[in-house]
């Protein structure tokens, strides 16, 4: 297999993950970087042995010849950087939220179109081992089909000491948490006609809100409740835990705390432990969510090397961005809000 050669953009908080996980990624290796802040292109470069740094990323796309470029920067970058890449021809990786709004969401899925360039999300939730053992029991048939679920997320752990940036947005649990959570249910029981949503602000020491409820109708028939919360203090700190509960016809799944998995199907329950591995570079709590990093960077490699689409392709991505959309719309009118509207 040829190596391809990439470049990462944004050498922040969460970049240090992507760079260990291309690190460990056969068939790709990141040769240069780039940030705006000498400091961090200074610890990121040091730290991974990248000679090639830029300040600027017009200057990277203009030095360097690459095959795609990793985009880690906070989203109100990545348009501007997504639009360099689509221009010079450069398959791109952007991390989620894809942007500010669904209309620069939108216009950047066009211009990569446009370019001919692959577009991937870096929407690793959906990529972490438990999550993916949910979905192979469905695909497995054993609960039937599904009816109900519910995709939870609470929690206090405190984010804003590693990102400072979440506590000033007037936006911040749906657009960065629930993104994940809304594209897990997705992922899990297909695509949404309707949802319904109330959020609160606990913390006041932040911007945004910190709890969300929605409530969705799948065109597939079933209901599902996803619920976030940064304001819940548990006994033990499920930090950063999804936990699942599916209802199907034949059976239900159960993805609870410490990665306990229990199926009861049509041959009885089974219990299972789908925790994730603790990398060589991970650190707990993050190891679930630094695993995913590697996955969904390996699948980019391998969609690059057979000319196949990303599973969070930034056309998939778009009906997930609307649902953070949708989401902060119906919370603010209080009424239901229809998908298929806001994605033409
Ligand atoms: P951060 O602020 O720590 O890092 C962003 C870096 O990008 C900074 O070093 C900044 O100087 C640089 N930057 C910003 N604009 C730039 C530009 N135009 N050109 C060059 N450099 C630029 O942020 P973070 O916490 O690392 O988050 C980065 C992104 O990753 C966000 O979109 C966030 O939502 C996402 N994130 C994803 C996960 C996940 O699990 N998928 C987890 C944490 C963060
Ligand atoms: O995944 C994320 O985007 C992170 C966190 C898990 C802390 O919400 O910001």
């Not at 438990?130 to 752990?157: K, M």
């Not at 657009?175 to 029981?189: M, S």
């Not at 719309?329 to 806001?342: F, G, K, N, P, W």
Request: charged share 20%.
């Amino acid at each position: 297999m040829t190596e391809l050669h990439g470049a990462l953009i944004g050498c922040g908080f969460f970049a240090v993950n992507q760079m260990h996980a291309w690190h460990d990624i056969a068939g790709a290796s990141i040769v240069a970087i780039c940030d705006r802040d000498p400091e961090r292109l200074a610890i990121v470069g040091d730290q991974f042995g990248i000679t090639r740094r830029y300040a600027d990323a017009a200057a990277l796309f203009a030095g360097e010849d690459l095959d795609f470029v990793d985009i880690a920067t906070t989203a109100p970058s990545h348009r501007p950087l997504v639009e360099m890449a689509a221009q010079h021809r450069v398959p791109a990786i952007c991390q989620k939220p894809l942007a500010p709004s669904l209309a620069d969401a939108k216009a950047m899925v066009k211009a990569c179109a446009d370019a001919g360039v692959p577009l991937m999300v870096h929407e690793n939730f959906r990529w972490q081992s438990p999550i993916q053992a949910v979905r192979a029991v469905l695909d497995s048939g054993d609960i039937g089909t599904p009816f109900f679920g519910r995709i939870s997320f609470r929690s206090g752990y405190d984010v804003f000491s590693g990102q400072p940036y979440l506590a000033t947005g007037k936006r911040f649990i749906i657009e960065d948490l629930g993104i994940h959570i809304l594209d897990i249910a997705r992922f899990l029981l297909g695509d949404v006609s309707t949802i319904t949503a109330r959020t609160a602000r606990i913390n006041p020491d932040i911007a945004g809100e910190d709890v969300a409820t929605m409530l969705m109708d799948h065109k597939g028939g079933a209901t599902s409740v996803v619920d976030c919360s940064y304001a819940t203090r548990l006994a033990t700190e499920p930090f950063p835990e999804t936990l699942i509960e599916l209802d199907g016809s034949d059976g239900t799944i159960r993805l609870g705390h410490g990665y306990r998995l229990t199926v009861t199907g049509r041959n009885g329950t089974v219990v299972s432990d789908v925790s994730p591995p603790l990398l060589s570079w991970a650190s707990r709590p993050w190891h679930n969510i630094q695993e995913s990093v590697v996955t969904i960077q390996r699948h980019w490699v391998d969609c690059l090397a057979n000319g196949t689409e990303p599973a969070t392709s930034g056309v998939d991505n778009l009906k997930t961005f609307a649902l953070v959309e949708a989401a902060y719309d119906s919370a603010a009118s209080r009424e239901t809000v229809q998908l298929d509207a806001l994605l033409k």
